[in-house]
């Protein structure tokens, strides 16, 4: 039976202000990323996504990004691999602090936006990246884009490895996501953002925005739990799945 998750990433609120809808989100999706005080959250926000998730039934995860808070974690920083490596552990250490807390394990590690996108490409980050998940837990699960840089290191450092792809994101030809800067980045017609998902699941395909035929894994499927119609999107994407056979359940379950 062909098995699929679906993440979406959270706890991305901090102090007065409010981003996503968290609770709504995590009643639909299999996994949970939530973000760890560098790029979105704080540490009232972290217990509380940890917390709503356990109660959805939702796995967690550890969403690190760079220290960037205004940029929130989308813009492109010059730090060395050591620098890099520090920041991961920081961040996943105090996500760890909250899972204890809740009696929740901690599932997988998916670095956000440009620290993300930077070490699918750069294999010294995606080392730096996966150094520290394996020396904090050598169980933990890393989560990084299709055919990345990423998910190389992450073997290589002896961790299970899980091949993501985005519902709602133009691909380039090589795999990579299309910038956001760049027009068409974001798929905003609900319908051929399911189409193009189930095709990524089931046929291992996906078209680029320059009509390249891509190849891809798709372990997991990451729906953004900022986007206004992020609720109605999950739900037609999982009902989608069922109609083809694909059972949603968490990555532990699957890679």
Known sequence: MLKVDLNSDLGESFGAYTIGLDRE?????????????????DPLVMDETVALAKAAGAAVGAHPGFPDLMGFGRRNMTCTPKEAKAYVQYQVGALLAFTAANGVRLQHVKPHGALYNMAAKDMALAVAIAE?????????????????KMLEAGTQAGLRVASEVFADRAYQADGSLVPRSQEGSVIHEKELAIRRTIRMVTEGKVTAITGEEVSIDAHSICVHGDNPSAVEFVKNIRAALHQQGVTVAPIDEIV
């Open 132 to 148: 520290a998940v394996a020396e904090m837990d050598s169980t933990l699960i890393l989560l990084g884009l299709a055919g990345s």
């Open 25 to 41: 989100v995590a009643a639909h999706v299999s996994s949970v990323n939530v973000a760890c005080g560098y790029h979105a959250g």
